[in-house]
């Protein structure tokens, strides 16, 4: 079942002799379940991307639809209902709430749903698993870099969302922890069949995913003239949005 599309995704920065096109004619397709590394050199588009996916900002032209629903027809609130269901968030900035201690930081997507129960034990299992367990009543400001990278990894799990967005969740961490996240996030994908889109700058990251997604200033990077959008395996192309994606090879 595909997850998400996007079609023909076309995003313009500023103007006249300030326009920056960052995103031209980008168009893939997300199979459920799959685990996807988004590479690319800097300011390449990634961020762009991924942004214009969790519906943070709008494309100048072009679709995306996740689930089925085209997001931009959504309102307002409805798309931050949407979002808030279905799509957890990791960012580059960690963007966590300063005046929330670690535990609440985690819990707070769960806490915006009114109506879900917290599921306190899931909480309490992502903190440990992330050695965030005994920091758990610390604030953002007393943590190092890379702790508030868990922490924000923690809360984007917490609503075990059907699409998860991370923008370089490892950039700030150690090998081993990487590895530690890396796993976490393998282990969450399958136990609850989410997908996941990871931007990162780690080749070694990017080849243990189900596909990667290469961005090359603005466009889909296409290997060797065909249909293929820079995939791992040429011969199981994902597809554009007119040739829906391919399994995607190995699961992980
Ligand atoms: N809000 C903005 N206003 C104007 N230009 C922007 C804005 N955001 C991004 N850009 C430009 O769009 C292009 C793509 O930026 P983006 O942040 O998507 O790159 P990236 O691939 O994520 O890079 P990095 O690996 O450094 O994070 C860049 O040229 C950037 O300068
Ligand atoms: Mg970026």
Redesign the pocket.
């Known amino acids: 079942m595909e997850i998400l599309q996007v079609k023909q995704i076309h995003?313009i920065?500023?103007e006249k002799e300030?326009k920056?096109y960052?995103?031209r004619d980008v168009s893939f397709s997300v199979e459920q379940g799959e685990f996807i590394a988004i590479v690319?050199?800097?300011?390449?588009?990634?961020?762009?991307?991924?942004?214009l996916i969790g519906g943070l900002d709008v494309p100048n032209r072009g679709q995306i639809i996740i689930r089925g629903h085209n997001i931009a027809s959504l309102k307002r609130k409805e798309l931050t209902i949407f979002r808030r269901r279905n799509i957890g968030f990791v960012f580059?900035n960690y963007s966590l709430m300063p005046v929330l201690n670690v535990y609440d930081n985690v819990a707070l997507p769960v806490t915006f749903d009114r109506g879900k129960h917290v599921d306190h034990g899931y909480i309490r299992e992502l903190l440990k698993e992330l050695g965030l367990w005994e920091k758990r009543k610390r604030y953002p400001n007393e943590l190092s870099g890379g702790q508030q990278q868990r922490v924000a990894l923690a809360r984007a799990l917490a609503n075990k969302p059907a699409l998860i967005l991370a923008?370089?969740p490892t950039g700030n961490l150690d090998s081993s922890t990487t590895v530690e996240v890396m796993g976490l996030l393998k282990e969450s994908s399958r136990k609850y069949h989410q997908t996941i889109l990871m931007?990162t700058?780690n080749e070694a990251l990017a080849q243990a995913c189900d596909r990667i997604i290469r961005?090359e200033d603005?466009k889909l990077y296409r290997s060797g003239g065909g249909s293929a959008t820079g995939t791992k395996k040429t011969a199981e192309a994902p597809g554009t949005a007119d040739a829906p994606a391919g399994k995607g090879g190995d699961r992980l």
Do not use: R
Request: net charge neutral.
């Open positions: 995003k920065y500023g300030n920056v960052a995103l690319g050199t800097s300011g390449s588009g990634k961020s762009t991307l991924l942004n580059q923008d370089e931007v700058h961005i603005g």
